[in-house]
């Protein structure tokens, strides 16, 4: 079955640095990455949306890259700051989305 | 523009009780989406709506869980009877279309605890 992996490992950055994440999808190729946040209490939050053929996709602080080689997608927030503070979530599908566990994101003043 | 509602926020049940959970979408949002997201891990689709006909409910447990959207706006989520692996946070999500591009809005979920 398709599996989205993220490290549950949490990321701790000071900031100021560029925090990376990393979204690993085995046994499927999806046409699309989608990447969430989710703060404590609440639903996960839009962020931004990759298509295989972008290998690179930017908004303001954030960059995603597309790796259909390594089935990979990198989440990047540059310039980091406590209020980046939140659990990210990668997710991918044809009509309904697999989500991965997402990685808490801590970022340290 | 109001954002996906839910109600309650939180809810305690014993085991083997019903429980009910009910989503607003956003107005003039044909899909809707029911989640389950246990503590640490990922949400998972339980059950998607088109309008008011059901597109994907695959991994919906039927024996003891049923979901409705009646004239394709409201939903309601019912667990009966509960046991305690339905402890979770129950999303509602909701989108203009329902394609792989679209974006999904959510609530900001139902945490449910069951005894």
């Given at each position: 079955s398709q599996k989205i992996e993220q490290n549950s490992e949490a990321l701790n950055i000071q900031e100021g640095k560029t925090a990376t994440l990393t979204c690993n999808y085995t046994n499927y190729s999806p046409a699309y990455?989608?990447?969430?946040?989710?703060?404590?209490?609440?639903?996960?939050?839009?962020?931004?949306?990759?298509?295989?053929n972008e290998k690179e996709k930017r908004k303001e602080r954030l960059k995603?890259?597309?790796?259909?080689?390594?089935?990979?997608?990198?989440?990047?927030?540059?310039?980091?700051?406590?209020?980046?503070?939140?659990?990210?979530?990668?997710?991918?599908?044809?009509?309904?989305?697999t989500f991965g566990s997402g990685t808490r994101l801590q970022v340290q003043p | 523009e109001a954002g996906v509602a839910q109600s309650p926020r939180y809810?305690?049940?014993?085991?083997?009780?019903?429980?009910?959970?009910?989503?607003?979408?956003?107005?003039?949002?044909?899909?809707?989406?029911?989640?389950?997201q246990i503590?640490?891990?990922?949400?998972?689709?339980?059950?998607?709506?088109?309008?008011?006909g059901v597109v994907d409910d695959s991994q919906l447990p039927k024996d003891r869980f049923s979901a409705e959207r009646l004239k394709g706006v409201d939903s309601t989520l019912k667990i009966q009877p509960a046991k305690l692996?339905?402890?979770a946070v129950y999303l509602c999500a909701s989108s203009v279309r329902g394609g792989e591009t679209d974006t999904q809005y959510f609530g900001p979920g139902t945490r449910l605890t069951v005894l």
């Open positions: 990455l989608q990447w969430y946040r989710q703060d404590p209490g609440r639903g996960p939050v839009f962020l931004l949306l990759i298509r295989e995603v890259t597309f790796d259909t080689t390594l089935k990979q997608s990198l989440f990047h927030i540059t310039a980091s700051q406590p209020a980046d503070s939140a659990t990210y979530l990668c997710a991918a599908g044809r009509r309904a989305l | 809810k305690i049940i014993e085991k083997r009780q019903s429980v009910a959970f009910w989503c607003n979408p956003i107005s003039g949002h044909a899909t809707l989406y029911w989640y389950q503590l640490g891990q990922g949400p998972k689709l339980l059950i998607q709506f088109q309008n008011n692996e339905d402890s």
